[in-house]
């Protein structure tokens, strides 16, 4: 099909494809664009954030980020209580949810036979597939039930000692929302690990193994090789644990306080917006909500710049390592 | 090669039919220009929802040729919806504000079309009868203050029942509601302590306890957490079957909240409403009066655009508080008092279009 004889195309389109098939140019067009309104929506939106936020910029400055009262009736809006809520709730879920998916796709990759790991591959993927909703009606009337009554009892009795598991129990907290938000980024996690893992070359495992490593020696090889994809997934759960809404919400107790204690309720950025954004009233409170929508724009981009700082480190040595062996 | 040239022309005469059949079918849908059928949108209060949705349908059956959406997108958007005017009603739980008023781009009416409850739930192990609340007790109990369901005062309104030792945890709506305006309207109402500290709005700063979102929300926690204590609508505690309070009115009875109790408060407070309809009437007078209790408004334009749309409105508003009511009571609202009714149509008979009245007054 392709008729256009490569001796008429202009400077330009030379530039653009360097093999002159009007193909080609075509489709580097369309990728280029592809490319470009990804990287514009991310500044529109940067942009719409801030100047609709400008009015609250103007009137808290940098106080906002640092002040705890969030008072819309008397016209006191502070952001530290939700910012603190939302990463401490993402990072509970990181260390419960990341060493549960590194298990599972081990055990799916390098342990189980064929027929177990395809049925429970195929399990833990439909898990990410769950409204959030489901999971919120599910932590309020499973969860939390089964926390009041038995773990949190269990914490504060074992752990008490320490500032994070004391206080009332109710079930319902910061705590809560961490686990949930924990069973919800887990099958995300575990399921690009899985691939990352697959991908590892089975010469990698073979060469370990010759070499007289034990299974566990062989599959720390294969985890340092799939670090960097590993670390990929863990910055996509996380993603999905900051901006998580629903949830969240049904199960972390909403109140713009900042306490140690896992027990006592907590607010995330994410939260405070769905619930009070379709009924504030008022050019003050509208624009202090979407000062909040900026700060988790930052609070995400803040966080994975040191996820992808973190893993780039890893990488590096882990580099050095494998040259070593 | 022929082969893919054929199918390719096939697809193209195939999307040729689709484009031709979507603008077909658009066309008689599009604008409310075309020949008698005129369409109306609202949006604002999620609360009296159910029973818009019912109107709706009923209406429609009757008077075909008119179509009118309502977006329960909450009184605050309601309100936004209605100043933007990028709707023909917008409904609100709580009146608007003298700022909002005075910054719309036109005189908006309130017409109250039926009233609502908020009504006090809690999660108390083996009680036989429902618990008393006074209203300081209340206040005191969301102020943080008691915190032992065994204290005096919680005892002193409820003799011969044994309370527990227990703390009391306090659930309130995290998301802004109007029904939390109408609870801390109440509170405000009969703790200046409340008001001072906290004040009267959709989203308060709560002094104590665990959001819940949502109707659903508060009761899932309530109930699902013993020892709790938290305020849903009325309409979802009844067909919830939730334990419901007896709330001490002003003049000293302790009242179950019920549709004739909100009415009574209604009544109770026709007098002391002002010309413009825009009234709170928590903490009513009357001696069957339920305290916490509020209207639920239709928001319009005084002076309307069009003449046919704002026709079909005051049609349909005035349908609304006359046959329309006997719908309130099946679904758990209570129906305006017979004075206020008067007054809503006195509000229904002063819309205009281009000066000129769109309802005649003798009916």
Redesign the interface.
């Known amino acids: 099909m392709s008729a256009v004889t490569v001796g008429q195309s202009s400077h330009w389109r030379r530039v653009l494809s360097p093999t002159g098939n009007t193909g080609d140019v075509v489709f580097r067009i369309l990728m280029l664009l592809a490319a470009l309104l990804m990287v514009g929506i991310v500044v529109a939106k940067a942009i719409a954030l801030s100047a609709d936020s400008m009015l609250s910029l103007r009137q808290f400055g940098f106080g906002f980020l640092t002040s705890q009262q969030w008072n819309p009736i008397k016209g006191e809006f502070g952001a530290l209580p939700f910012v603190y809520g939302t990463v401490a709730s993402s990072l509970i879920a990181l260390l419960i949810s990341v060493p549960f998916s590194l298990g599972i796709s081990i055990f799916l990759v390098e342990q189980a036979p064929y027929y177990i790991a395809r049925p429970v591959g195929f399990l833990v993927e439909l898990l990410a597939a769950i409204p959030s909703v489901v999971y919120g009606l599910w932590g309020i009337f499973v969860l939390a039930p089964v926390l009041r009554q038995y773990v949190e009892p269990a914490l504060a009795r074992w752990l008490g000692w320490l500032p994070f598991f004391r206080g009332t129990i109710t079930g319902i907290g910061l705590l809560t929302g961490g686990i949930i938000l924990a069973i919800m980024v887990t099958p995300i996690i575990s399921a690009v690990v899985r691939d990352v893992l697959a991908a590892v070359p089975g010469s990698q495992r073979e060469a370990a193994l010759a070499l007289g490593a034990t299974k566990w020696e062989m599959i720390r090889v294969v985890l340092v090789n799939g670090a960097p994809g590993i670390a990929g997934a863990v910055i996509l759960g996380l993603g999905r644990a900051l901006g998580e809404t629903m949830a969240v919400t049904m199960v972390i107790g909403n109140r713009p306080e900042i306490s140690f204690s896992l027990f006592e309720p907590s607010y995330t950025i994410a939260s405070a917006i769905a619930n009070e954004f379709t009924e504030a009233t008022g050019d003050l409170y509208l624009s202090a909500l979407v000062e909040l929508g900026l700060i988790l724009f930052l609070v995400t981009f803040i966080v994975n710049g040191i996820a992808r700082l973190l893993v780039w480190n890893v990488t590096r040595n882990t580099g050095g390592v494998g040259r070593a062996a | 090669m022929s082969v893919s040239k054929r199918s390719f022309q096939l697809v193209a005469w195939f999307s040729v039919l689709i484009l031709g059949l979507a603008f077909v079918g658009c066309n008689p849908g599009g604008g409310s220009s075309g020949s008698g059928s005129v369409s109306l949108q609202g949006a604002g209060a999620t609360f009296p929802n159910p029973l818009y949705q019912k109107w709706l349908s009923e209406y429609g059956k009757v008077h075909p040729n008119v179509k009118i959406d309502y977006q329960s997108?909450?009184?605050?958007?309601g309100?936004?919806q209605i100043k933007e005017q990028t709707v023909d009603f917008g409904a609100s739980d709580s009146p608007m504000?003298d700022e909002?008023l005075k910054s719309a781009p036109g005189e908006i009416l309130h017409i109250p079309t039926v009233l609502g409850a908020v009504v006090i739930t809690y999660n108390l192990q083996g009680l036989s009868k429902p618990l008393r609340f006074s209203p300081e007790v209340i206040a005191d109990i969301f102020l943080g203050k008691i915190k032992k369901w065994n204290d005096p005062k919680i005892a002193a309104d409820n003799p011969g029942v044994t309370l527990p030792t227990a703390?009391i945890?306090v659930v309130h709506r995290?998301?802004?509601?109007?029904t939390s305006a109408v609870f801390t309207d109440y509170l405000s109402k009969v703790s200046p302590e409340w008001k001072e500290k906290?004040?009267?709005?959709?989203?308060?700063?709560?002094p104590t306890?665990?959001?819940?979102?949502g109707n659903e929300?508060v009761t899932?926690?309530v109930k699902?957490?013993p020892n709790t204590i938290g305020y849903v609508e009325l309409a979802y505690a009844v067909q919830n079957k939730l334990p419901v309070a007896q709330v001490k009115n002003s003049s000293g009875n302790f009242i179950e909240a019920s549709i004739d109790a909100v009415t009574a408060a209604a009544a109770g407070s026709a007098a002391n409403t002002p010309e413009d309809l825009r009234v709170s009437i928590t903490n009513a007078t009357g001696p069957q009066a339920y305290p916490i209790s509020s209207y639920t408004y239709i928001l319009v334009y005084k002076n309307q655009k069009d003449a046919r749309k704002g026709k079909a409105l005051v049609d349909f508003l005035w349908w609304g508080i006359h046959d329309g009511e006997k719908y309130a009571k099946e679904l758990q609202y209570a129906p305006l008092p017979a004075d206020i009714v008067k007054r809503a149509e006195a509000k229904i008979n002063s819309v205009t279009a281009n000066g000129t009245a769109l309802r005649q007054p003798a009916t």
């Open positions: 997108i909450g009184s605050g958007g309100i936004k504000k909002d703390d945890t995290s998301d802004g509601s109007g906290v004040g009267a709005g959709v989203s308060p700063s709560w306890g665990i959001g819940g979102k929300g899932g926690q699902q957490t």
